[in-house]
């Protein structure tokens, strides 16, 4: 994390501050065998706790953007709008929980009457959960919360966003390109804020580096129409997907 926070303040650094630590100190190099046998074990907790956490959600869709959209931005209330349609779609919508876009979409859910859940990541400055969530699961590790972000949902709506935005659209886009995830559509909403990324791509594919279906992978909308029809007709349909609870519980899962 770097730069300043929707505040104006700015974050402590990473190697002073007692929270947030232990991506640095996972990635730092060889530590002692049985600290990371530890380590290993309390990341396994980790993942243990998430799928108990968010077992029974249903299918969801995960939206992606910025939390620094206050409530009057244009962006937050597209955000706002998807949610509810994604609700009304019977899915679950999933974000990491904070504010700006996820407050909206899971705003948005709640307004409709759906499920709305968090997925936040413990950091030096500490997010607050934004108020419209039925679940919040925070996680100490990036890569833990990324792969819940993932598993649970069939599509992935992205608004506007920074590093972490684009760290998710790519993670996404090749998860999908090299087959570890089913071919689910990944929307990006706010064409001219990704016009120059989708230029870039565009530039990848004459160069050779990514072909042109993995383009085409990518939607670019402005219309929560268009985005709701992609969403139906390539998770919905494509996969026959029965959007409800699970009955059963099992292990003390909720």
């Known amino acids: 994390m770097s730069g300043s926070l929707p505040d104006g303040s700015h974050p402590p650094e990473w190697g002073k501050s007692p929270r947030g630590r ?17 380590r290993a074990l309390r990341i396994l907790g980790e993942f243990i706790h998430g799928f108990r956490q968010l077992h029974f959600l249903g299918p969801c869709v995960t939206v992606f953007g910025s939390a620094r959209f206050p409530e009057e931005h244009p962006h937050y209330q597209l955000a706002r709008e998807m949610g ?4 009304r779609a019977g899915f679950t919508v999933m974000t990491g929980g904070g504010p700006g876009i996820m407050e909206a979409a899971n705003r948005g859910a709640r307004e409709a009457g759906g499920r709305s859940v968090g997925c936040n990541i413990r950091l030096p400055v500490e997010q607050q959960p934004n108020p419209y969530l039925d679940r919040f699961v925070t996680f100490r590790h990036f890569f833990v919360r990324k792969v819940m972000l993932v598993k649970y949902s069939y599509a992935f709506v992205v608004l506007p966003g920074g590093f972490g935005t684009l760290d998710e659209i790519f993670e996404t886009a090749t998860l999908v390109q090299t087959g570890k995830i089913s071919n689910f559509p990944l929307v990006l909403m706010g064409v001219e804020y990704w016009r120059d990324l989708r230029e870039l791509l565009e530039g990848m594919v004459r160069a050779g580096t990514i072909e ?19 969403i139906e007709t390539q998770a919905t349909k494509a996969f026959g997907l ?13």
Do not use: C, N, Q, Y
């Open 22 to 38: 232990e991506d640095v100190v996972l990635l730092e190099g060889p530590a002692r065998r049985g600290s990371e046998f530890l």
């Open 84 to 87: 509810g349609r994604i609700a």
């Open 212 to 230: 042109a279906r993995d383009l085409e992978r990518i939607v670019f909308t402005d219309s929560p129409e268009h985005a709701m029809d992609v």
């Open 242 to 254: 029965k959007r409800g609870r699970r009955s059963r519980w099992l292990l003390g899962e909720r």
